[in-house]
């Protein structure tokens, strides 16, 4: 089944403590990106990758890191959580933007608190 | 710089009536639009997009949409609601021309009432 999964579904932590957030698409999908979703201010962009070793910022992409060192993952690690990085986080994949066959596909979301 | 607004936070429609969610867009250049829809406790799927041609673009469940450049408008339609269309829909832009950074709206949640 075509899909993109995150681990973990559900992540507590406390502040400062470095964390990993997974994403692999099994869609042989070039493009990847990274949103958070918060309430009133719907999702925004936090990094996106057109393909392996290319990278770029999105809307907000302080506070994070991101690496594509394979086309199927794209991790988003936080190095020092705050409370204001508690959020809804989705991935989601697509072929090459530009291509007309842009539609992304989304994983099913990470929770995340930080205390 | 790319924007894009849905004015409404929610819109309840009684069932069988016809709906419409509005969003209207900024961008540099010529846009890419795209609706999305949430439905509770799930992630994002794909409903329609508008690339080039036709102004009415017809997407899954029934739902269409209307380019108007000239109002830099993406309003998405249904002729008649059903109470499973409830959740939560998302427009989102890209620029064609620009990088490849998509700027989502708000949302608006749709509330289709029996």
């Known amino acids: 089944e075509a899909q993109v999964t995150q681990n973990p579904r559900y992540l507590i932590t406390v502040t400062g403590k470095k964390l990993t957030v997974t994403c692999s698409q099994n869609?042989?999908?070039?493009?990847m990106s990274w949103y958070r979703q918060d309430p009133g201010l719907g999702l925004r962009q936090i990094y996106y990758?057109?393909?392996?070793?290319?990278?770029d910022k999105g809307d907000v992409p302080e506070g994070y890191k991101v690496s594509r060192k394979e086309k199927r993952n794209f991790p988003l690690i936080l190095e020092s959580p705050s409370p204001n990085q508690t959020s809804l986080y989705f991935c989601?994949?697509?072929?090459?933007?530009?291509?007309?066959?842009?539609?992304?596909?989304f994983g099913p979301g990470t929770r995340l608190t930080v205390l | 710089a790319q924007s894009v607004a849905q004015p409404e936070d929610q819109v309840n429609v009684a069932e069988g009536n016809p709906l419409t969610v509005k969003c209207t867009y900024s961008?540099?250049?010529?846009?890419?639009l795209f609706w999305y829809v949430q439905y509770p406790n799930r992630g994002l799927q794909f409903l329609l997009k508008?690339?080039?041609?036709?102004?009415l673009v017809k997407g899954s469940y029934g739902f269409e949409a209307e380019f108007n450049k000239s109002q830099t408008s993406f309003h998405l339609k249904k002729p008649s609601a059903l109470v499973s269309d409830s959740a939560l829909y998302f427009c989102a832009v890209r620029d064609k021309a620009g990088t490849y950074k998509y700027i989502f709206g708000t949302g608006t949640r749709l509330k289709v009432l029996a």
């Open positions: 989601a994949s697509s072929w090459a933007a530009g291509q007309g066959k842009d539609e992304q596909f």
């Open positions: 869609m042989n999908h070039e493009y």
């Open positions: 990758s057109m393909n392996v070793e290319v990278t």
């Open positions: 508008y690339i080039t041609g036709d102004n």
């Open positions: 961008v540099s250049g010529n846009p890419y």
